[in-house]
């Protein structure tokens, strides 16, 4: 089943193509990356599916139905990546007014807050004013401002930015019990550490178009190029006059080698075993969705500049 | 609907419990109060009493010249004149007036002689008081009869006023109270309309500089913000003013009776010396000469509509610029130019309150709520038509919806806009573009 599906979304503004043409679909209660460089189209991309935006063709789907921003906004909670909160507002106003706003009663903000309040430990920070907050404090306050109102879809732009890896362990410890509970979760980022880890699927935008869609695993194995790392016993050495493989680069007795075409792991394995070569480990390994994140993004015609993960 | 309440509730609670707002709403009327009897005590206390000295050659004007409240002359001897002369001033004289032997006919030559200047209004009171000796003097020589001439002058005409109309119970008009009250309203709806105004663009710009706007957005439509931002701060300036008319009801009840008749007769005596608006006086007057719950009426609706009308085009221009304070004044200022212009026209208008630039002024929405407010006091039905106040009314209810309409469409796409000021261009784009 389908949470959103969106079919063929272009938004034009005046001087560039901001979205053009883009589909994908989201499983419900799975985590999916958004991920591009920036200016790839991103924000615009999540402000259509919030119904901050009309696409100018196209269409979303929310459920199998046609999205209606004036009805299902209250099944969304969105997390802009410029973090917003009402300064001279106190903590605990606030998230009840943003609750409230949301279609939730007084009372039922009210005990969405202190649930939440109490789960990241910030009961003492209710009548602080929201300019006296730490960027991790108020990273926290806008996290659960997003889902306070338990929307069935959660938008979250780089939720981690600003945060230490304490807070960011206990947020993303959230993001995973959401997702189990059953809420479906659109993650962007630039972080590809982090994508790796959490979400399920990604699809990789630039320049308004999509370059990538699929999960994680299946995208790693389309992209591998035949890597694998091997460790010898102690003083053996890989025999390098042979058309099964290219070594790449070694370290002691660990090897880093390039299969040559149609050839298998277990091949390498049965031509060392013959020579009486002691194996330790072996492995193949696949790339990073950093390194192909930047191959693909660099490989697009005039891609603009975007942040390096080291 | 009940989102744009939770949004009016929240922009109207923040700043009514904000001190800023406690503070002005009392001071604002203390200042006002403070300011009148200020000009009050110092037009009725004269601080400066001159004793000058008369050196007389002529001999005209010795012992003829009258001392008053403020000047007190008396003649001395050459000795003191040339000791003046010397720069050595003598107690108690402030200064020396020197009157050679002069021609009646062709006066010259008059000096006065001190190490301080005279003040404009001593200088001036000194001459009136030689001309009066002069004046004397030469009809003397024209053989006129002074003590007749007194009484013919004696009891001039002072006109009173009387304006009918289809109204029954027509008034006495003065236009001094009229002028009065019509000055007053107008210049208390400009102020509110300004500072309630840019009251809301700074609010919109602080929504899309600390992008809280953004996160609003996804759980509100953009004119449920905006429109409950205005409602808000409106309402903040509704409840200032009616707070101050509460005041001041509590206020003249209170002074009223406390205060002596014969006190407030010196207040207004002081008032019109000091040709300044002869408040207590008007105070007495207003009652009976106009139609106060009418005019209140009136100002509400001009006071709301007229906010209304200019906080939505304040509100298009907050969302769009950026953090910088010099890009909101450049885009600010064609808004305040008609509330300026309205302004200059007031004073007009209140000179001439049916010439035609009044009329038309005050039914064009972007002057109305001033040039209205000042036309008003003068009557209604009357002096204002009854078409007259239809057509202002039914133009400012459409001159809002139109630049709420207006504003709505530049709001919605600027709010989200960063990066460099949107240009006039981009502007009209954003309006005309189909959503």
């Not at chain 1, 042979?242 to 080698?257: A, N, Q, V």
């Not at chain 2, 509330?339 to 009329?359: C, D, K």
Request: aromatic share 10%; hydrophobic share 45%; glycine share 6%.
């Amino acid at each position: 089943m389908h949470l959103l599906e969106l079919k063929h979304i272009r938004k034009h503004f005046a001087t560039q193509k901001a979205v053009d043409d883009i589909s994908f679909s989201i499983e419900t209660g799975s985590i999916f990356g958004l991920l591009g460089p920036n200016g790839a189209g991103k924000t615009t991309l999540l402000r259509i599916i919030t119904g901050i935006f009309n696409p100018d063709e196209g269409e979303v789907l929310f459920e199998g139905r046609k999205f209606d921003p004036a009805k299902d906004v209250s099944l969304i909670g969105y997390m802009p990546e410029e973090k917003g909160l009402y300064k001279k507002m106190k903590v605990g106003e606030q998230a009840l007014y943003f609750g409230q706003l949301k279609g939730l009663s007084y009372s039922e903000a009210a005990e969405k807050v202190r649930f939440w309040f109490n789960r990241l430990e910030m009961n003492t920070w209710w009548n602080k004013k929201v300019e006296d907050l730490s960027k991790g404090m108020h990273q926290k306050l806008q996290f659960i401002i997003t889902v306070l109102h338990q929307p069935r879809l959660i938008i979250l732009d780089e939720p981690f930015s600003g945060l230490d890896p304490v807070n960011a362990n206990v947020i993303k410890d959230e993001i995973f019990r959401l997702a189990k509970e059953g809420s479906t979760i659109i993650f962007s980022t630039h972080r590809m550490e982090q994508v790796e880890e959490i979400c399920d699927h990604i699809v990789l935008v630039n320049k308004g178009k999509k370059l990538l869609d699929g999960s994680v695993h299946e995208i790693k194995q389309e992209y591998k190029e035949h890597v694998y790392s091997i460790e010898l016993g102690a003083s053996s050495s890989l025999p390098v006059d042979t058309d099964i493989y290219e070594i790449i680069s070694h370290k002691g007795s660990r090897y880093l080698f390039k299969m040559k075409e149609s050839h298998s792991g277990n091949e390498v394995l049965d031509y060392l075993i013959r020579r009486n070569i002691p194996i330790l480990s072996f492995n193949e390994v696949l790339p990073s969705l950093n390194d192909i994140f930047i191959k693909l993004v660099e490989s697009t015609p005039a891609s603009r500049q975007f942040e390096t993960v080291s | 609907m009940n989102k744009i309440l939770l949004i009016i509730k929240r922009e109207y609670l923040t700043r009514i419990r904000n001190k800023t707002f406690i503070l002005s709403t009392i001071l604002t009327p203390l200042f006002f109060i403070a300011l009148i009897g200020a000009t009050a005590y110092f037009s009725n206390s004269n601080s400066e009493e001159l004793h000058i000295g008369v050196y007389d050659e002529s001999g005209l004007f010795t012992q003829k010249l009258k001392s008053n409240d403020n000047i007190r002359y008396t003649s001395v001897p050459q000795m003191i004149y040339d000791s003046f002369v010397m720069k050595n001033p003598v107690d108690p004289y402030n200064g020396v007036l020197h009157i050679p032997v002069i021609d009646v006919e062709k006066p010259s030559g008059i000096e006065y002689i001190s190490d301080k200047q005279l003040g404009i209004f001593s200088q001036a009171q000194v001459n009136d008081d030689l001309n009066d000796v002069l004046e004397q003097e030469r009809m003397i020589r024209a053989n006129i009869d002074t003590v007749k001439l007194a009484a013919i002058k004696l009891n001039e005409i002072s006109i009173s006023q009387k304006i009918v109309g289809d109204d029954e119970d027509s008034k006495t008009a003065n236009a001094a109270v009229s002028s009065a009250i019509g000055y007053i309203s107008g210049f208390m709806i400009y102020f509110l309309m300004f500072i309630y105004g840019t009251m809301v663009m700074r609010g919109i710009m602080e929504e899309k500089v600390s992008r809280v706007a953004e996160v609003m957005v996804s759980s509100v439509k953009p004119f449920q913000l905006m429109m409950g931002k205005i409602i808000g701060i409106g309402a903040v300036g509704l409840t200032q003013f009616l707070i101050w008319i509460a005041l001041a009801v509590v206020g003249s009840i209170i002074f009223g009776s406390s205060l002596s008749p014969q006190h407030m007769q010196q207040v207004a005596e002081a008032q019109q010396q000091a040709k300044g608006v002869a408040v207590a006086n008007l105070m007495n007057d207003v009652t009976a000469q106009v139609n106060v719950p009418f005019l209140i009426g009136a100002f509400v609706f001009y006071f709301i509509f007229g906010y209304l009308f200019y906080a939505s085009l304040f509100a298009a221009v907050g969302s769009a610029v950026n953090e910088d304070p010099q890009d909101a004044q450049a885009m600010m200022f064609p808004i305040t130019i008609p509330i300026i212009f309205s302004i200059i026209v007031m004073t007009r208008a209140i000179g001439n309150p049916t010439g035609a630039l009044a009329v038309w002024c005050s039914i064009i929405p972007f002057t109305s709520p001033i040039i209205m407010m000042a036309r008003l006091p003068f009557g209604f039905p009357g002096t204002v038509a009854w078409w007259e106040l239809t057509a202002s009314v039914v133009c400012m209810i459409g001159g809002f919806l139109f630049t709420t309409w207006l504003s709505a469409k530049i709001y919605r796409t600027g709010i989200l806009m960063y990066g460099k000021k949107a240009s006039w261009k981009d502007m009209l784009q954003w309006v005309v573009r189909k959503s």
